[in-house]
């Protein structure tokens, strides 16, 4: 049986709740969600109130924290409490305060969107989150100002929820949530390796062979803090892509398919290197690379050699959704500078 919840008025709650939320312990509440915890048993039997957003336990422990929980008027600061048979438990859940970062009314390509996520084919050039340095002009500036009061909160705080990221210069399929239980369940799959990403990469070179599996921890580089490596086991997180040819252009430039079963900071971009086959026009581990351009005309190396970014894009992205479980899938087409790039090595090679 569904416990018993009794909604109260907000003014009831002394830290002035947007909501307030009784829970009964009783015995068929106990026995539907058994826990010894009281931040879990809360977690579990709010997954059965229809009428609003389940809350992360990482959000209730917070809230608990805060001295927003109380039993039979006491309050309970203490995540860990033993659940109480036949306790009253009224949970105060303040009203998400505004986000940070500033609202900004940049142009979005927004692929999908509902109450709980949106996904946006991200344009080469954003970066996702403001950094210092970086405080505008991102795609979580705009994604505020695109959702608005859509967004429900992430951990008390109004602002969309980055479950993952892709580089600044690199383009394609990002999703993001927009409620505390979408980000909390989109985190659970990205951590368990449920999200079939897929990436369209241009490397330098003919990788043999044309398919394989690349396995090497990543970490920072021993000497230059801004890059990442393949590092010595126990050095770097594990990490594992794989790759097949979609396109061989000679010995000069390759098209890959990339797919990644761990998600690690530059993970592509490192392993592609590792390989000896860096990307094309990447600036961190692809620069002054040799590549056999005999019979490429000149006009073509020069473009080849003159991309202005990493030749990186985020092309599929597919996962269940995460309320309603139904499976998404959404694919994007190159971006036009490599698009024009690839079509102009199709007709010279």
Known sequence: MVPAMIPEPSHTSPRGAHDSIS???????????????????LARCLEDRANDPPLSRNR????????????????ISDPSSPVKPGA????DVPEATPAIPEAQDLPLTVVYEDAALIVIDKPAGMT???????????????????????LSGIGGVKRPGIVH?????????????????AHHALAARFADHSIDRAYRALCWGRPIPPAGRI????????????????RPEGSGKAAVTHYRTVRAFNEAATLLECRLETGRTHQIRVHLTHIGHPLVGDPVYGRGRSAKLGGVPE?????????????????????????????????SPLPPDLATLIDDLDRVI
């Open 23 to 41: 829970i009964v312990a009783s015995a068929d509440a106990l026995a539907a969600h058994p826990s010894d915890r009281i931040d879990r048993w």
């Open 60 to 75: 209730l422990k917070t809230l608990i924290l805060e001295g927003c929980l109380f039993v039979d008027g006491a309050t």
């Open 88 to 91: 009253t438990y009224r949970l």
């Open 128 to 150: 996702v989150h403001p950094a210092p340095g970086a405080p505008k002009d991102t795609l979580v500036n705009a994604l505020i100002a695109h959702c608005g009061d859509s």
């Open 165 to 181: 990221r892709i580089d600044k210069d690199t383009s394609g399929l990002l999703v993001v949530a927009k409620t505390d239980a």
């Open 215 to 230: 396995e090497g921890a990543i970490g920072r580089h021993p000497r230059d803090r801004i890059r990442m490596a393949v």
């Open 299 to 331: 006009a073509t190396r020069i473009r080849l050699r003159g991309f202005s970014r990493q030749a990186l894009h985020a092309a599929v992205l597919g996962f269940n959704h995460p309320i309603s479980g139904e499976p998404l899938r959404f694919e």
